[in-house]
């Protein structure tokens, strides 16, 4: 089916489903093509950069370690909702274009750095790309097929991003030891050129009519602010905090208070007050949703904890440099690909999706909880393998989380859903990093000897700084450090098995909502419209539309 548009006598704005799914034709292909070139890039500069980061943080000479990957987190996020409601007013082709250009931009401007303030400001333009760039890949495709045939294309998006996952550590490491990880960032540049084209000739989808200035008054700009400054203050207080700054100062709470009220100020403001609401209230109007845009925050807090903290493990304890922890790593990150796949395809072809994420989950602990059991000396096979596991439920959830979330919402609001999905899935992993660090610190301050323990003195930024070093220590020393590190990695493995454990607390709250076999056809590719007969009508407020029938289940 598709949902055609129209306004009634009284100004309401209707939806009507009509028609069946079209087989795709070249310009599908073509955008699909796009979209994964895209999508590739942002996650490959993302786990590129975990590995790089201890001799990126050496090389600079810089204390603010954590800053290089928050602030493209706090970039990302803030401007995340934004994203939603810009590609409603400017179409998805302008939106993406503009996302190429500030991933560009910032990647360049990363590859010239000269201190750890050049890049973390550059990474901070990065991040409004990369995020944006995530979310609207999501979009594009919720717009081209139909929910009951997303799994597959989820699967295969899902494996492009688990390539990269894969290939980033080993990338960015190797870069790395041979002092070249500016090419980390300037590699970027060719393939956001050749993505440019794709979108700029292929992604032939409808733009909105208007003039420049009814787009501009279009734009939810009070909620754009609030969400932005609040998101902001947010990041900075969980950055600062156990590093920079001890947690009970005012440096710290004051923006944490400020952040959070924000937060709950921007959704009251778009309940109450937005006509064109970034985020529309509907999304958590039902119990399905919300079990869904939870278990995307717990699986993302966990995923990026395991990408940070598991190469310290194989880095510190184990010995291994840069390129051999990211082969390490290969196992697990690799991995995932095909459980995304599975997860995908299956709920394609069995049309239900809650068997899988609760499969996903259960695999998740058990991998999480065979971690904890990991010592410096642990054979090297155990991590391996422990790995394997995690990612490999994580994998599954990633995929399958989409379907939970959009199956009771009506599919004129794919665009705030699938905002708000990427909104909460970055929010997490900037809590992902933090309370990471916060464990680890606290308890390598409580484990290293005494000689070396000011390390943790400066935050988690001066523990990544001193990992290089500990393969030139004297023995026993070195053996003593290594085996502090080993036991200090216990309490993240122990936080991470408590969020999954919420995580299927969570999945616990879903309803078995039908797919719906309809796309929005305001979006849809020329080449598959279909002026159908209407079957159902949606009520909307502005852009986003209240009711449908699958909520009613919901």
Sequence with gaps: MSVTHSENSDGRHTSHATGAAQRKGAKFWLIFASLSVTLFLSALDFTALASALPIIVHELDGSDFAWAGTAYALSSTAFLPMSGGLTQIVGRRIAFIIALAFFALGSAFCGAAKTMDWLIAARTIQGIGGGAIISLASIVISDLVTLQERGTYNGLLGMTWAVAVALGPIVGGSLAEKGAWRWLFYFNLPVCGVSFVLVMFFMALPTPKGTLKEKFFAMDWIGNILVIASSSALVIALTWGGGRYPWNTAQVLVPLILGVLGLIAWWFYEVKYSSHPTVAPELLGNRTS???????????????????????YFQACKGSGPIRSGIEMFGGTLNIGPFVVFSGVSVTAFKVYRPQLWF???????????????????????????????????????????????????????????????????????????????ALTNELAKRLPNQIVSVTAGGIERVYAFIPAIGTLDEPLRGQVRTAFGESLRPVWYMLCGIIGLGLLSSLLMKDVPLHNYVDEKWMLDENRDEGVPATTVELKGLNAHTNDAASTA
């Design 290 to 312: 919300v079990s869904g845009y939870l278990q995307v925050f717990f699986n993302s807090l966990g995923v990026v904890a395991w990408v940070y903290y598991m190469p310290v």
């Design 360 to 438: 996903g989950w259960v695999l998740t602990i058990v991998g999480v909880a065979a971690m904890s059991t990991l010592k410096a000396d642990s054979p090297l096979s155990h991590a391996i393998g422990f790995s394997v596991l995690s990612s490999g439920g994580a994998g599954i959830i990633f995929a399958a989380t989409y379907f939970p979330v959009l199956s009771p919402l009506p599919v004129t609001l794919n665009a705030s859903a699938l905002a708000l999905f990427a909104f909460v899935r970055s929010l997490a992993q900037i809590w992902g990093i933090t309370f990471g660090s916060v």
